[in-house]
C-alpha cells in the first residue's frame, strides 16, 4: 500500500493526476447512467444504449489511464507506440461492451458476475496494452504481485459496481455504482504503475518535454469529456423525452380529450383526497352528478360536430366559473359530476346556482342557438353516505329524480325518496341477467271467434319470473327494458321463440307478437320479421304483430313505411288497445290495419256504464263499415260474452275464455279451449239496450 501510496505522491504530476480523476469520475457517472438505461430498454434501443455505454466507459478508461500515464514521470524520455495505443481504445470499448451486455443477460443473480468479470479484465486488459504502447529509455521490471493484485482489484471492483447499480433497493445505489467503478479504475493503475520500476539509461541528454506532455494531457482529457459528455447529452435527451412522453401520456391518461376536462379516473382520485381531508378535518364535500337533457336533441338536429361543439362550450363555462375548492369532470357522453367543498349550506347552493347558469345559458351553433339544459343531483357526505362509491350513486339517484321531474331541474338525495329509482336499477340489472340466461318464458292466451267459438290465434305474452321476488308482471319489467336498451335483444327473443313455437303447432293457428314502440325507433322490423319467418318456418298470414297507436305519433311517415313493408310479407298488423290515448278515425284510414283490438278498460265497465257499452257499439259498427275485424280484451263473464255477440263482434280474448299459459299446457288444452268458447257461447244472452 504505501508503495502505491509513494507512487502517486512522488513519481506523478498530482494536477494531472487530479485531470485524469476528473475524467475518470465524468465518465464513470456517465457510463452507470447509460448501462441502466440500456438494462431498461430492449431490442434495437437497448443495442443503441450498449453502443453508446461502451464508448463512454472504453473512452473515460482509456482517457484516465493516458493522462495519468503522461503524469508519470520515469526520469528518462518516453515514447508512445501509436498502433498499440489506439489498439487499447478499441479494447477498453470492446471489453466493456461485452461486460455490460453480459451483465444484462437473462440469468439475475450469475450475469451481474460474470459482466462485472469481463468488465474488469476489459480494464485490465487496456491498461498493459497501453503499457507496452509506453516506451521509456530505460530498464522496466515488474513486480508480479502488484500486477496480480491490480488485476484482482480491477474485477472485483468492477463486479461490485455493477451488482449495485442493479439494486435498486440501495438509496443513491447510481451515484455509489459510479463511485465503485472509479475505485475500479484507479485501483488497477496505481497499482500497476507501482509493480513497475524504470531505470533510466541515458543520464544526460535531452529529456522528454514536460510542457508537451501536459498540453497533451489536457487535450486527451478535453476530448475524453467530449465523448463523455455526447454520450451524456443523448442520456439527458432521452430522459426529457421520456418525461415530456409520460407527461402527456398521463395527461391524457387522466383527462377527456375532446373538452380538455378530468375525465372519470382523475374524478375519483380527486373525490377520495377530498373524503379524505373531510374525515381528517371534520368538514363536508358534495358532489353533484349533471346529465344534459337535449344532448341528443342537438345531435340529432345539427349534427355530432355540434354536439361536440356543445359539450366543448359547457366545459369551458363550468372550467371557467371555478373557486377554491371547487372541481368538475366530464365522466363520458353527455355526463358531467362536479366536487364542493363545503363550509355551508351557502356556499353548495351558491355552486349549484353557478352552474346551474352555465349550463341553460344559449349555445350558439352556426347561425342556431340551443339550451342543452341539465338535470342535476346532489348527495352530501357524511351525510348521505360515508364512501365514495355510495357518495356517487346516491347523486346519480338524485339526477335521476330530477330528470323524470320536468318541474325541477336540481335535486337533493332523499333516502325514502330515491329508494324507489335504486329498487328500479337493481331490477333492471336483475332483467339483463335474465335477457343474458335465458330465465325469460312466453305464455299464450287464446283467441276465439265470438260467433262460433272457434279458435282464431294465441297472444304470445312475455313472462319473467324473478328468482327471489317471484313473477314480476310486464307492466312493471317491460318499460325498464325500454328505459335500459333490452327490449331489442328481448323484443327479438320473443318474436323468434313466438313464431318457432307456432311453426310446430298441429293446428295452423295464428300467433299474435306486441311489438314495442322503441322496436320502431332503432331497428329495422321488417329486416328482421322476414330473417325470423324464414329461419322458423312459420307462414306469414299465420303471424300478427301489436301496435299501439302511441307508436305511431311518434313518427307517423316512418312507421307507415314500415309497416307497408311488413305487410308486403304477408304478415297481418292488429292496432292494440284501440280506445284510449291518441285513438282517431284519421289513424284507422291512413293505416293498413287487419284487426282493432279494443281496450279491456271498456270491457269491464260494459255491464254497469252506458257510455261503455255505447263506445263498444260504436268502434264495432267502425270496424263493419270499414271491414276490419274487432277483437275486445278482457272478456271475464259470460255477461259480457252475449253483450259482444249482440253487437256483432268479431272476436274475444279475456279470462272466461283462456288464461295465459305455457305452451305445453295449452297443447294439451287446445281441445278443451274449443269447449270453453262454446260453453260461455251458449249461456244465455243479455239484453242489449
Known amino acids: 500500500m504505501m508503495r502505491v501510496i509513494s507512487c502517486v505522491t512522488m513519481e506523478h504530476n498530482l494536477w494531472l493526476v487530479l485531470v485524469a480523476a476528473l475524467v475518470c469520475s465524468a465518465g464513470s457517472w456517465a457510463t452507470i447512467r447509460l448501462f441502466l438505461r440500456a438494462h431498461e430498454a430492449t431490442g434495437l434501443q437497448q443495442i443503441g444504449w450498449h453502443f453508446l455505454t461502451a464508448v463512454s466507459a472504453g473512452s473515460s478508461i482509456w482517457c484516465t489511464h493516458f493522462v495519468a500515464m503522461l503524469a508519470y514521470d520515469p526520469g528518462a524520455p518516453i515514447a508512445f507506440d501509436p498502433v498499440l495505443t489506439i489498439a487499447s481504445l478499441f479494447l477498453a470499448m470492446a471489453g466493456t461492451a461485452a461486460g455490460f451486455i453480459a451483465a444484462t443477460g437473462h440469468a439475475p443473480r450469475i450475469a451481474p458476475i460474470v459482466g462485472g468479470i469481463i468488465l474488469g479484465l476489459a480494464i485490465s486488459g487496456m491498461h498493459y496494452t497501453g503499457m507496452a504502447a509506453y516506451h521509456v529509455d530505460g530498464i522496466v521490471e515488474w513486480d508480479t504481485t502488484y500486477v496480480v493484485v491490480s488485476v484482482v482489484l480491477s474485477v472485483l471492483f468492477s463486479c461490485l459496481a455493477i451488482n449495485v447499480a442493479l439494486n435498486d433497493r440501495i438509496?443513491?445505489?447510481?451515484?455509489?455504482?459510479?463511485?465503485?467503478?472509479?475505485?475500479?479504475?484507479?485501483?488497477?493503475?496505481?497499482?500497476?504503475?507501482?509493480?513497475?520500476?524504470?531505470?533510466?539509461?541515458?543520464?544526460?541528454?535531452?529529456?522528454?518535454?514536460?510542457?508537451?506532455?501536459?498540453?497533451?494531457?489536457?487535450?486527451?482529457?478535453?476530448?475524453?469529456?467530449?465523448?463523455?459528455?455526447?454520450?451524456?447529452?443523448?442520456?439527458?435527451?432521452?430522459?426529457?423525452?421520456?418525461?415530456?412522453?409520460?407527461?402527456?401520456?398521463?395527461?391524457?391518461?387522466?383527462?377527456?380529450?375532446?373538452?380538455?376536462?378530468?375525465?372519470?379516473?382523475?374524478?375519483?382520485?380527486?373525490?377520495?383526497?377530498?373524503?379524505?381531508?373531510?374525515?381528517?378535518?371534520?368538514?363536508?364535500?358534495?358532489?353533484?352528478?349533471?346529465?344534459?337533457?337535449?344532448?341528443?336533441?342537438?345531435?340529432?338536429?345539427?349534427?355530432?360536430?355540434?354536439?361536440?361543439?356543445?359539450?366543448?362550450?359547457?366545459?369551458?363555462?363550468?372550467?371557467?366559473?371555478?373557486?377554491?375548492?371547487?372541481?368538475?369532470?366530464?365522466?363520458?357522453?353527455?355526463?358531467?359530476?362536479?366536487?364542493?367543498?363545503?363550509?355551508?349550506?351557502?356556499?353548495?347552493?351558491?355552486?349549484?346556482?353557478?352552474?346551474?347558469?352555465?349550463?341553460?345559458?344559449?349555445?350558439?351553433?352556426?347561425?342556431?342557438?340551443?339550451?342543452?339544459?341539465?338535470?342535476?343531483?346532489?348527495?352530501?357526505?357524511?351525510?348521505?353516505?360515508?364512501?365514495?362509491?355510495?357518495?356517487?350513486?346516491?347523486?346519480?339517484?338524485?339526477?335521476?329524480?330530477?330528470?323524470?321531474?320536468?318541474?325541477?331541474?336540481?335535486?337533493?338525495?332523499?333516502?325514502?325518496?330515491?329508494?324507489?329509482?335504486?329498487?328500479?336499477?337493481?331490477?333492471?340489472?336483475?332483467?339483463?341477467?335474465?335477457?343474458?340466461?335465458?330465465?325469460?318464458?312466453?305464455?299464450?292466451?287464446?283467441?276465439?271467434?265470438?260467433?262460433?267459438?272457434?279458435?282464431?290465434?294465441?297472444?304470445?305474452?312475455?313472462?319473467?319470473?324473478?328468482?327471489?321476488?317471484?313473477?314480476?308482471?310486464?307492466?312493471?319489467?317491460?318499460?325498464?327494458?325500454?328505459?335500459?336498451?333490452?327490449?331489442?335483444?328481448?323484443?327479438e327473443w320473443v318474436l323468434r321463440t313466438a313464431c318457432a313455437k307456432a311453426a310446430s303447432w298441429e293446428h295452423p293457428y295464428k300467433v299474435a307478437v306486441n311489438l314495442s314502440p322503441v322496436q320502431f325507433a332503432h331497428a329495422d322490423l321488417p329486416k328482421l320479421v322476414h330473417e325470423i319467418l324464414l329461419e322458423t318456418g312459420l307462414r306469414p298470414n299465420r303471424l300478427e304483430l301489436e301496435i299501439t297507436e302511441s307508436t305511431i305519433i311518434a313518427d307517423k311517415n316512418r312507421t307507415l313505411t314500415i309497416l307497408r313493408r311488413i305487410k308486403a310479407l304477408g304478415v297481418t298488423i292488429a292496432i292494440d288497445d284501440f280506445g284510449t290515448g291518441y285513438s282517431s278515425l284519421e289513424t284507422l284510414r291512413a293505416f293498413p290495419f287487419d284487426k282493432i283490438k279494443l281496450d279491456r278498460s271498456f270491457m269491464s265497465e260494459v255491464e254497469t256504464s252506458p257510455q261503455a257499452k255505447a263506445i263498444i257499439r260504436a268502434v264495432l259498427a267502425l270496424g263493419q263499415s270499414l271491414h276490419i275485424p274487432v277483437l275486445a280484451e278482457g272478456v271475464e263473464t259470460h255477461s259480457q260474452l252475449s253483450i259482444l255477440r249482440a253487437e256483432g263482434c268479431n272476436e274475444a280474448q279475456g279470462y272466461l275464455l283462456g288464461r295465459p299459459a305455457p305452451f305445453g299446457e295449452i297443447f294439451a288444452l287446445m281441445h278443451g279451449h274449443n269447449g270453453i268458447a262454446a260453453t260461455a257461447l251458449a249461456a244465455p244472452a243479455q239484453a242489449v239496450a
Open 171 to 491: 438509496s443513491g445505489h447510481k451515484y455509489l455504482a459510479a463511485a465503485i467503478l472509479v475505485a475500479a479504475i484507479v485501483s488497477l493503475h496505481f497499482t500497476a504503475m507501482a509493480a513497475m520500476q524504470v531505470t533510466p539509461l541515458a543520464l544526460h541528454g535531452d529529456y522528454t518535454n514536460p510542457a508537451a506532455l501536459r498540453a497533451m494531457a489536457l487535450g486527451v482529457a478535453v476530448a475524453g469529456l467530449i465523448v463523455i459528455g455526447t454520450g451524456l447529452a443523448s442520456y439527458l435527451i432521452d430522459d426529457r423525452t421520456r418525461s415530456e412522453a409520460f407527461r402527456r401520456l398521463h395527461h391524457l391518461a387522466m383527462n377527456d380529450t375532446l373538452t380538455g376536462l378530468p375525465n372519470r379516473a382523475n374524478f375519483n382520485e380527486y373525490l377520495d383526497r377530498e373524503i379524505d381531508r373531510a374525515r381528517e378535518l371534520g368538514g363536508k364535500v358534495a358532489i353533484i352528478g349533471i346529465d344534459l337533457d337535449r344532448f341528443k336533441e342537438i345531435n340529432d338536429l345539427w349534427g355530432h360536430g355540434a354536439g361536440d361543439l356543445a359539450l366543448k362550450t359547457l366545459a369551458g363555462r363550468m372550467s371557467a366559473l371555478l373557486q377554491d375548492g371547487e372541481f368538475v369532470a366530464r365522466l363520458g357522453g353527455d355526463e358531467f359530476a362536479a366536487i364542493k367543498r363545503m363550509k355551508g349550506q351557502a356556499d353548495l347552493l351558491d355552486f349549484v346556482s353557478r352552474l346551474e347558469a352555465a349550463l341553460f345559458a344559449p349555445i350558439r351553433i352556426d347561425d342556431f342557438e340551443a339550451a342543452a339544459g341539465a338535470s342535476l343531483g346532489v348527495a352530501i357526505y357524511p351525510t348521505d353516505a360515508h364512501n365514495r362509491e355510495t357518495l356517487v350513486n346516491n347523486a346519480d339517484l338524485a339526477m335521476y329524480r330530477a330528470k323524470a321531474n320536468v318541474t325541477q331541474t336540481v335535486c337533493f338525495y332523499e333516502q325514502a325518496m330515491d329508494e324507489a329509482v335504486r329498487a328500479n336499477r337493481a331490477l333492471a340489472n336483475d332483467l339483463r341477467e335474465a335477457v343474458e340466461n335465458g330465465q325469460l318464458d312466453l305464455h299464450y292466451q287464446v283467441q276465439t271467434s265470438v260467433s262460433t267459438g272457434d279458435i282464431r290465434g294465441y297472444e304470445a305474452l312475455l313472462r319473467w319470473k324473478h328468482p327471489t321476488r317471484g313473477n314480476i308482471p310486464p307492466i312493471e319489467f317491460i318499460p325498464l327494458a325500454e328505459e335500459n336498451g333490452l327490449i331489442l335483444p328481448l323484443g
